[in-house]
């Protein structure tokens, strides 16, 4: 199916992004908006919040936006809350905050753990949990951002690793209470995704780059498009009977290491 063929799929559809002012977030509320959703985006910096919503506006798209930290269930309640009195209840709600950075268990302090399993899973919790009195039921599709560290142990990733383990958790049992509301809960696990803060941490010279796309099977970077369609997909009629799911979107990163296969 052609992008054109999907614009309109999401027409009279509200939908709200937390962490939605930069990267792969952004990306989707763009396509969620190019799909006719009425958007509301959440972020806690005002500067870039203001700018990516100027942007869609600037595009004819309807978008509000929300100033909160997903660590903040209070702040993150409110937001949604505001969202929904100005759009109506909610059909989409896709979070994505994160956190992350390189370093050994050693290495880190127990404030710095911390901080990423309370961005990235106690936020993940703080906006599927506050947005539930909002969501459209049944028909609402709730999407985590989670990652293959969830799944394959990695180096300097104990933060991380734990706490995207956990957002997969999360989703499945979710997926459980609430399906009978009618509400599908699923998760997304990007792999290496080009022009994104996470891989300019993680692979920041170009050796390491490099390396990192010899490995995967498809050669190549992911590029945030391909998550956003992925995500449209999701919240889509086209997935109603998909909940459960952590759909991964990665070229084959979570199979292995590819470098040293035969095929040349």
Not at 181 to 196: E, K, M, Q, S
Not at 210 to 229: F, H, N, Q, V, W
Request: with cysteine; glycine share 10%.
């Amino acid at each position: 199916m052609t992008s054109a063929l999907k614009d309109g799929i999401l027409a009279n559809r509200v939908a709200f992004v937390a962490g939605g002012s930069s990267g792969i977030n952004l990306g989707i509320a763009a396509r969620f908006a190019e799909a006719g959703a009425k958007v509301s985006l959440l972020a806690r910096n005002p500067e870039k919040l203001a700018a990516a919503a100027a942007d869609l506006r600037a595009q004819g798209h309807t978008i509000s936006t929300h100033v909160a930290d997903v660590r903040d269930y209070a702040a993150v309640e409110a937001a949604i809350a505001e969202a929904a009195h100005q759009h109506g209840s909610i059909d989409v709600v896709l979070s994505g905050a994160a956190g992350n950075f390189l370093a050994p268990a050693l290495g880190m302090s127990a404030n710095a753990f911390k901080a990423v399993i309370d961005i990235d899973l106690i936020g993940t919790f703080n906006v599927l949990h506050a947005s539930f009195a909002h969501l459209t039921k049944p028909g609402a599709s709730l999407i985590s951002i989670t990652a293959g560290q969830a799944v394959q142990p990695m180096m300097f990733q104990a933060h991380v690793c734990a706490a995207k383990a956990g957002i997969n958790m999360l989703t499945k049992v979710l997926a459980m209470e609430w399906g009978p509301t009618g509400v599908r809960v699923n998760a997304i696990a990007p792999g290496p995704i080009d022009d994104t803060e996470g891989m300019r941490r993680l692979a920041g010279n170009p050796e390491i780059a490099a390396k990192i796309k010899e490995m995967t099977p498809l050669r190549r970077y992911g590029a945030k498009s391909d998550i956003a369609e992925m995500a449209l997909y999701l919240a889509s009629e086209s997935a109603n009977y998909i909940t459960g799911a952590i759909v991964t979107v990665d070229g084959g990163s979570e199979l292995g290491d590819s470098s040293t296969g035969l095929m040349g």
